[in-house]
């Protein structure tokens, strides 16, 4: 069972930069699909990044493809979501995730899947104009 815990939320001024963290513990962490998810008040939680198992492929949506990028360092057990560019839209409850991948290599999470395996506390980001 992974275990996942978010930080690195806070406040931050229109086109200016975050980095999140998520920290996992638990056993097989590797082998999972890790993601980030956001919601903001009154909308659906929507799905941003995937790092596939080992790092082999990324996916991201198109509201943040070229603006953020998702990375991980296996050593530490992190997972990161580096925000750039950031927008007053940006703002909402940022959630790291965790899967098994499906038949072992598809991260359903992709397709918007919330039934996930682990699901962080999540962490805040305001971002103002």
């Known amino acids: 069972q992974v275990r996942l815990a978010e930080s690195g939320g806070g406040s931050v001024q229109a086109g200016g930069s975050l980095r999140l963290s998520c920290a996992a513990s638990g056993y097989g962490y590797s082998t999972y699909c890790m993601g980030w998810f956001r919601q903001a008040p009154g909308k659906e939680r929507e799905a941003l990044a995937t790092i596939y198992p080992g790092g082999s492929k990324t996916w991201y949506a198109d509201i943040v493809k070229g603006r953020f990028t998702i990375s991980q360092d296996n050593a530490k057990n992190m997972l990161y979501l580096q925000m750039n560019s950031l927008k007053i839209e940006d703002s909402a409850m940022y959630y790291c995730?965790?899967?098994?991948?499906?038949?072992?290599?598809?991260?359903?999470?992709?397709?918007?899947?919330?039934?996930?395996?682990?699901w962080g506390q999540g962490t805040l980001v305001t971002v103002s104009s």
């Open positions: 995730s965790a899967e098994r991948p499906y038949g072992g290599t598809l991260c359903l999470m992709t397709a918007g899947q919330l039934a996930l395996d682990a």
